[in-house]
């Protein structure tokens, strides 16, 4: 949901970048190569003296050289460019050992990078300068999990959630945590918990759909599972459960149309993860974010095909060329809300470009907003010297 929101606001407006677009430029110039980064180990960095940062708290601002590093990292970071935002948080920390929010960030964008144990490493360093900060490492527990580390996890996550209170995804990840170690009973506890706290997580159903299963309890299980389905019908793991859960119940036509839909659903998984990996390393590549926006249309989930736009479009603040696209793939998916937030996006970015105003001028004659179409048909004339 919170996904959909933020995809929202994308397509309804450009975002504003951290720094103004001459500042960007400059600013990015002082960044080497992304693939230097990538070859580099957080191991690298060098330690401050005991105690250097023991007077820093989340509300003190950076100042000088830390606030050029962090908001270019920042720049690039919310373009999509995490190699980008990676190598200004090495150069900061290279030249300010342990500065606690590069640690932090720098954790995070391994973490999305799936280099975990370099993530775990980097938030591992965060803490040994700022143990106060426990409660924001949520991620610290997902990367120990993920490398196998349970016993790890499940005391961090105990951490996080004494520090910061009942989170939805601390709870979950300690479920998880309890059930690969081999105690089911707590992790359908926690796993009830997170959905009292979120009744939509359905990552939280879904889970607890598999535990019940593997836990011979096929009633409970099947419930789960439809409910998981109902939360997120494109998820394709919940439609080859739920085919199991259905054969097993002797409903065998129930079961060939969700198993169906699992084989459907799951090729474009398959696809678009391998897109979204080289993406993750390489964001400059508009063929393969169209790709992902087709493949993500062909199953009919609209919020997935507005977040790959929005991502897009922070990547591309500016640009014309995919907001046309957006108006046309939205249009063609019924879409007249997300549509119209992407002609509005349009709008704001299009300038002096006659053909981005004649694009206008087409959508709102089709959609009938009259006052709209003028100004836009205006404004072709005039860039065009009719």
């Not at 989930?301 to 479009?313: I, K, P, Y």
């Amino acid at each position: 949901m919170i996904l959909a929101f933020v995809a929202l606001l994308a397509l309804g407006a450009p975002q504003q970048d951290v720094a103004p677009a001459e500042e960007t430029t400059a600013l990015e110039e002082e960044v080497s190569s992304p693939a230097v980064v990538l070859d580099r180990t957080p191991q690298e960095w060098p330690r401050a003296e005991a105690g250097a940062w023991s007077d820093w708290t989340p509300e003190v601002a950076p100042e000088g050289e830390l606030l050029v590093h962090m908001r270019t990292a920042a720049i690039h970071y919310r373009r999509g460019d995490l190699p980008g935002s990676l190598t200004a948080l090495f150069e900061l920390l290279e030249a300010q050992p342990d500065y606690p929010p590069a640690l932090y960030q720098a954790g995070a964008i391994y973490f999305r990078l799936r280099r975990y144990g370099d993530a775990a490493y980097a938030f591992e360093r965060y803490l040994a300068v700022a143990p106060q900060q426990v409660g924001d490492t949520r991620a610290l527990g997902h990367a120990l999990y993920t490398l196998g580390r349970y016993e790890e996890a499940a005391e961090h996550y105990r951490r996080v959630i004494e520090a910061s209170g009942e989170q939805p995804e601390a709870l979950r990840g300690q479920a998880l945590t309890e059930w690969r170690l081999g105690r089911p009973d707590e992790a359908l506890a926690l796993l009830g918990r997170v959905l009292e706290l979120d009744p939509e997580h359905e990552e939280a159903q879904l889970w607890r759909a598999r535990i019940l299963h593997d836990e011979d309890r096929p009633e409970e299980a099947l419930a789960a599972a439809e409910a998981a389905r109902e939360r997120d019908p494109f998820e394709p793991q919940a439609w080859f459960l739920l085919s199991r859960l259905y054969f097993e119940a002797g409903r065998d036509e129930e079961g060939e149309a969700a198993r169906a839909r699992f084989l459907q659903l799951d090729l474009v998984e398959q696809e678009t993860r391998v897109i979204e990996s080289q993406l993750l390393y390489a964001p400059q590549q508009p063929r393969l974010r169209a790709r992902l926006i087709e493949l993500r249309a062909s199953t009919g989930d609209l919020a997935a095909v507005r977040e790959a736009f929005a991502e897009w479009m922070q990547f591309d603040s500016r640009g014309v060329a995919v907001r046309m696209h957006a108006i046309d793939v939205l249009v063609s998916l019924e879409d007249r809300e997300g549509a119209d937030l992407a002609a509005a996006s349009l709008k704001a970015v299009a300038g002096d470009d006659a053909d981005a105003w004649a694009k206008l001028a087409r959508y709102y004659a089709t959609t009938r907003q009259r006052s709209l179409q003028v100004e836009a048909e205006r404004r072709v004339g005039e860039l065009r010297g009719r």
